[in-house]
Every structure is written in C-alpha cells, then in structure tokens.
C-alpha cells in the first residue's frame, strides 16, 4: 500500500491560480510545490521527485513545455505531466489544439476553467490512467 504523500510540482504564472490549487491539494495530503516560471520548473524536477507536474499552457512556452516533458522523461522515475489549457482565448487556441491533437509530450490536457475541486481531482487522477 502506498502511503507516501503525492508530491506535485504547479508551474504556472496565475498567482491566484497556484495559491488556491496548492492549497486545495495541500489539504487533500499533498506535497506540492509552486512556481511561476517554467525555467524554475526545469530546475526543480532534477532535484526533487514529482509524481505529477503541472503547467500552465501558453502558446509563448510550447518549446519550454516540450523540454520540461523530455527532461521528465529522461529521469528514472514516472511522472505525469498535465497541461492547463485556456478555454477559449484566442492567442492560446493553437497551443490548446496542439496538446489535444497529440502533438505535445503530456499525458493529459485539462482546462483551467473548471472549478478548482474537479482540477484537483483531475490532476490527482492523472496518476492512474
């Protein structure tokens, strides 16, 4: 039985956003741990293991999002990457297509819209498909 608390990374540059997931999670018996930046992303998941990663998808980041997810995959130890999608924002929409289509290296696309406890039981469930 596993019992060790899940450990999450949450890189993304809504402030609002990190703090009420972090929080949402942290509560639910999670580790996690914040960051605004991708490059900060990067750096943290050579050092510390993370069950999943989340980040926050902008169509100015697609290269940096596929370094993260090669970085990840380079390490010996699985971790699910789950990209937060706008809904409907114009200057997104062609990241957002990229990820559905298949074209970016995570294991699932969400949108950030929903309500926060179907985020986090979204992200939480990622560990199992």
């Known amino acids: 039985m596993h019992t060790d608390p899940l450990r999450v990374l949450i890189s993304d540059e809504e402030r609002a956003l990190l703090f009420s997931l972090s929080n949402y999670l942290t509560f639910r018996g999670c ?8 490059a900060d992303a990067q750096a943290l998941v050579h050092h510390l293991h993370y069950d999943v990663v989340v980040v926050g998808l902008r169509a100015d980041e697609l290269a940096r999002v596929r370094e993260l997810a ?9 971790t699910r990457v789950v990209a937060l999608a706008p809904k409907s924002v114009d200057s997104e929409s062609s990241a957002m297509r990229e990820a559905r289509r298949g074209l970016l290296p995570v294991d699932r696309v969400i949108e950030r819209d929903l309500p926060l406890a179907e985020l986090a039981r979204t992200i939480c469930s990622a560990l199992v498909d």
Do not use: F
């Open 70 to 78: 090669a970085d990840l995959r380079g390490l010996n130890h699985p």
């Open 31 to 38: 580790q996690v741990d914040c960051t605004e930046r991708l």
